[in-house]
């Protein structure tokens, strides 16, 4: 077999995952939401939890992948380059949509937790290095998120509740089963694809990671956001965003890299955290001072990714 055609192979085995994800992690969505209502956990919790940390399934495969393979790198980078186009172009498309309203919640709970994630990051990564026992501290921090989020939605306090299909249970229990099998087998499919395409053709791991494999990973995300401000949910678009970045980075992250003694930072990647925190101000900022969200925000937010991209790419490392 050509050089050539391997290549192309690869691309196409690429492709391949990413549409795979999109519709496994409806599958997961779907099936995962029926069994907790099964067990009778409120629906208010099923819909703050669920759906926030299934559409970040391929994110957290990816990164468990990159630690089994051994190239972190791929597993970080589309961490932190889903983080970014999260908070920026795909946020921006949902106000594209439709102007949104939003609960002021949004910016007391989600945001300012945000903001907290993103600062510990930088700090954690300062010196080049990811520690197991940082990145176990990155998990605990998700944890009390996740009970601080699992305490307002009991309480009746605003939380992003998604709504489900609901089938079931034999199918329920299938759907989560080909959803947690399917997406681990591409996230490794995807990482190993990722290690070729980029060796072959001399590419950095991480840049590819930070742009390519970050975009693709966060296409249920978009989906998730944009289907909720066509609906008028401005704040469930934003919280299903913000959440997925909280939960992608401390758990994404924090969980697979505690088993990790030390992995080391590279540049793309300790540009694009200071990136993180950039784009975490310019979101704030325009939501902080506009409750209703439009045309002329989304450009904002677009222009700070767009920006993004000719800097990492700039840096080329």
């Known amino acids: 077999m050509s050089y050539g055609l391997e290549l192309g192979i690869a691309i196409l085995v690429l492709a391949g995952c990413f549409i795979a994800f999109f519709y496994l992690t409806n599958l997961f969505v779907t099936g995962l939401g029926t069994l907790a209502k099964r067990f009778n956990v409120p629906e208010s919790v099923v819909g703050a939890s669920v759906a926030a940390i299934v559409s970040s399934s391929p994110e957290m495969g990816a990164s468990v992948f990159s630690v089994v393979e051994g190239h972190p790198d791929i597993g970080i980078g589309t961490i932190v380059g889903s983080a970014i186009f999260n908070i920026t172009l795909l946020i921006a498309f949902s106000f594209w949509v439709r102007k949104c309203v939003l609960d002021e919640k949004v910016l007391k709970r989600d945001g300012a937790y945000y903001l907290f994630v993103v600062i510990v990051t930088i700090v954690t990564i300062w010196d080049g290095v990811l520690r197991h026992w940082e990145a176990l501290i990155w998990f605990l921090l998700y944890v009390v998120y996740f009970i601080w989020l699992f305490r307002d939605a009991i309480n009746g306090r605003f939380v992003p509740k998604e709504e489900f299909t609901y089938v079931p249970t034999k199918r329920a229990i299938f759907f989560t089963g080909i959803g947690i099998v399917g997406i681990a087998l591409c ?10 395409v980029t060796s072959s053709l001399g590419l950095s791991e991480s840049l590819f990671s930070l742009i390519i494999i970050a975009i693709a990973t966060s296409i249920p995300d978009i989906f998730v956001s944009a289907g909720a401000t066509k609906k008028g949910m401005g704040s469930l678009a934003v919280s299903n965003a913000v959440g997925s970045n909280i939960f992608d980075i401390l ?67």
């Open 187 to 196: 996230a490794d499919i995807m990482v190993r694809a990722t290690v070729y």
């Open 251 to 317: 758990a994404g992250i924090g969980l697979p890299f505690s088993f990790v003694a030390v992995t080391p930072i590279h540049g793309s990647i300790e540009l694009s955290a200071f990136y993180l925190l950039i784009s975490v101000f310019v979101f704030l900022g325009v939501i902080m001072f506009r409750k209703r969200v439009g045309k002329k925000e989304a450009c904002v937010l677009a222009a700070v990714y767009i920006s993004y991209l000719f800097v990492v790419l700039w840096s080329g490392t």
